[in-house]
Nanobody, 125 residues
Framework: QVQVVESGGDLVQAGGSLRLSCTVS????????IGWFRQAPGKEREFVVVARWTGDTYYASSVKGRFTVSRDNAKNTVYLQMNSLKPEDTAVYYC???????????????????WGQGTQVTVSS
């Protein structure tokens, strides 16, 4: 059973930075695609970025150029570096893991079976 644990959420001022972590256990980490999603109050969960097992990445247009995802396979961890944060980035951020088979770019919620509990990011204006 795959376990996913996020951490790093916090309250930050607009223009600031945060780094989220996502640690995965229970499966060979290098066989997994890892996605980050977020859900703001009253809104649906939306795609942020996916880091494929190959190391390739794909970002939502709303975060491209501000957010950077990286994988540390030795630590079974994916990091999401968030810079130039805006109030509209306020949300619960979720990390998800899925086997590398299937679609190349997993950007839909239903493409992932293993989810973390979420970590709150609040950006004040």
């Amino acid at each position: 059973q795959v376990q996913v644990v996020e951490s790093g959420g916090d309250l930050v001022q607009a223009g600031g930075s945060l780094r989220l972590s996502c640690t995965v256990s229970g499966r060979t980490f290098t066989s997994l695609d890892i996605g980050w999603f977020r859900q703001a109050p009253g809104k649906e969960r939306e795609f942020v970025v996916v880091a494929r097992w190959t190391g390739d990445t794909y970002y939502a247009s709303s975060v491209k150029g501000r957010f950077t995802v990286s994988r540390d396979n030795a630590k079974n961890t994916v990091y999401l570096q968030m810079n130039s944060l805006k109030p509209e980035d306020t949300a619960v951020y979720y990390c998800a893991a899925e086997d590398r088979s299937g679609s190349i770019w997993k950007i839909r919620n239903d493409e992932y079976h293993s989810w973390g509990q979420g970590t709150q990011v609040t950006v004040s204006s």
